[in-house]
């Protein structure tokens, strides 16, 4: 079965510092990989997307993830986070005519 | 212009009550969905639905049904509400038929409680 674990429930950096936020997937095939970013008392917004090619992708808002096969990783990186950041992210997996899997998402506090 | 609106934004209604909750998508989408997102921000999908398929996530209960006048269109029916089925609960749309981009795009939420 499809699914999706982000190993951190919640994630405390000071600004200005670089971020991580950590996501494994198990799928059958080939993964669409996905990062949304949910503000408070708002919707999901995507941030990046994986489908082929290269495997270190560049989304909104200065995020990228690199998507690793052998680890079954897509992991969302920022060089500097902004206290503008603080929310919660999303992990998700699919795949053309399937349903998406979210993972339990990682919220994000950002000190200043 | 929105992409996906939802109406209305806050439900409060009592136990038993019959609600709906409204979706519109003006991407030229042709599938649209519904989550439920309870109070851990856990998201589950609910329903997937374009012009030829209803798939329904087993486990919802049958009190909640969707229903699509049109393709931009899809709105959601909750009969005999329950204390539990107080959530958040999001429409998204996405492009699944031949097209190589296949990401969700959500709408801002719709915060059912049940009282």
């Known amino acids: 079965a499809q699914s999706v674990t982000q190993p951190d429930i919640h994630i405390t950096v000071s600004e200005g510092a670089s971020l991580e936020l950590r996501c494994n997937y198990s799928y059958g095939a080939t993964p669409y990989l996905f990062w949304y970013v949910q503000s408070p008392g708002q919707g999901l917004q995507l941030l990046l997307k994986?489908?082929?090619?290269?495997?270190l992708v560049q989304g909104i808002k200065g995020f990228e993830a690199e998507f690793k096969r052998s680890q079954s990783s897509f992991n969302l990186r920022k060089p500097s986070v902004h206290w503008s950041d603080a929310a919660e992210y999303f992990c998700a997996v699919g795949n053309y005519g399937q349903n998406f899997v979210f993972g339990p998402g990682t919220r994000l506090s950002v000190l200043p | 212009d929105t992409a996906v609106s939802q109406t209305p934004k806050y439900l409060v209604t009592q136990m038993g009550n019959d609600k709906s909750i409204k979706c519109e998508q003006n991407l030229g989408h042709d599938t649209m969905y519904w989550y439920k997102q309870d109070s851990k921000k856990f998201l589950k999908i609910m329903f997937s639905y374009n012009n030829k398929e209803l798939i329904i996530n087993e486990t919802v209960p049958n009190r909640f049904s969707p229903k699509s006048p049109d393709k931009a269109h899809l709105n959601l029916h909750i009969n005999s509400l329950e204390l539990g089925d107080s959530a958040v609960y999001f429409c998204?749309?996405?492009?699944?038929?031949?097209?190589?981009?296949?990401?969700?795009?959500f709408g801002p939420g719709t915060r059912l409680t049940v009282t």
């Open positions: 998204a749309s996405s492009v699944n038929s031949g097209s190589n981009s296949y990401e969700q795009y």
């Open positions: 994986y489908f082929s090619g290269d495997t």
